[in-house]
C-alpha cells in the first residue's frame, strides 16, 4: 500500500510560498521594512563600531591610518549584524519558523546587544592595540599586566558606549516587534485573485 502523505518539504515550501506572496501584497514601505530590515540592524553596527574606534583611537594616541582602521570597523560589524540578524529573526519569520512576538523581540534584542553593540566595541580592541604597538602611540603594558591593562583602558569606551549599545538593543527588540506585526498583518491578506462573499 502506498503512503499518499505529503513530505514535510513539500509543505514547507508550499508555506514558504504562501508567505512570499502575502509579503508581496503588502505597501511598498511595509515590505520594505520585512526584507531589509537586517540592513537597518547592521548599519546601526557600523556607526557603533566607528564610535568604538574613535574612542579607543583617542585613548592610545593613534592618529595614523584612519581609513585602514575605520573601515574594517565599520565593515565587519556591519556584515556580521546584518548576517545574524537575517538568520536568527528575518529568515526565521520569513519561513514560518518563527511565530512568537516574545520570541522575535527577544531574538532582535539579543542580535542587537551581541552582534550589533558588544561585538563592535570587543573588536575595537585588537585593531587599535595593533595599531599602538605598530606607530608607538602609547605605552603598551609587558607581557604579564596585559589583561588588566586592557580592561583598565576598555573601561571608560565602555561607559561611553552604553548608550549607543542600549539603543542598538532596543532598535533591533523594535524591529524585531514591528516585523513580526507586519508578517500578522500580510498573512490575514484574502489571497490575491480571490473574491470574498
Keep these: 500500500m502506498e503512503n499518499h502523505e505529503p513530505d514535510g518539504t513539500i509543505i514547507k515550501e508550499n508555506l514558504i510560498d504562501i508567505i512570499a506572496r502575502k509579503i508581496n501584497q503588502l505597501p511598498e514601505a511595509e515590505r520594505n521594512l520585512l526584507e531589509n530590515g537586517s540592513t537597518y540592524v547592521g548599519l546601526n553596527a557600523a ?17 595614523q591610518a584612519r581609513i585602514a582602521a575605520g573601515l574594517p570597523m565599520a565593515v565587519i560589524p556591519f556584515l556580521t549584524a546584518n548576517v545574524s540578524y537575517k538568520g536568527f529573526v528575518s529568515l526565521p519569520l520569513n519561513t514560518g519558523d518563527l511565530h512568537c512576538e516574545t520570541c522575535t523581540i527577544t531574538r532582535g534584542g ?8 558588544l561585538y563592535p566595541v570587543f573588536l575595537a580592541i585588537p585593531v587599535n592595540g595593533g595599531l599602538a604597538a605598530r606607530y608607538n602611540s602609547a ?11 586592557w580592561i583598565r583602558i576598555s573601561k571608560p569606551v565602555f561607559r561611553k558606549m552604553l548608550f549607543p549599545i542600549l539603543l542598538q538593543t532596543g532598535f533591533a527588540a523594535y524591529l524585531g516587534s514591528r516585523q513580526y506585526k507586519l508578517l500578522i498583518k500580510a498573512l490575514q491578506l484574502p489571497e490575491p485573485g480571490l473574491e470574498i462573499e
Design 47 to 63: 556607526l557603533c563600531g566607528l564610535i568604538a574606534n574613535s574612542l579607543f583611537r583617542r585613548i592610545l594616541h593613534v592618529t
Design 139 to 149: 605605552l603598551l603594558p609587558e607581557k604579564g599586566n596585559i589583561l588588566n591593562y
Design 110 to 117: 539579543l542580535v542587537g546587544l551581541v552582534f550589533g553593540g
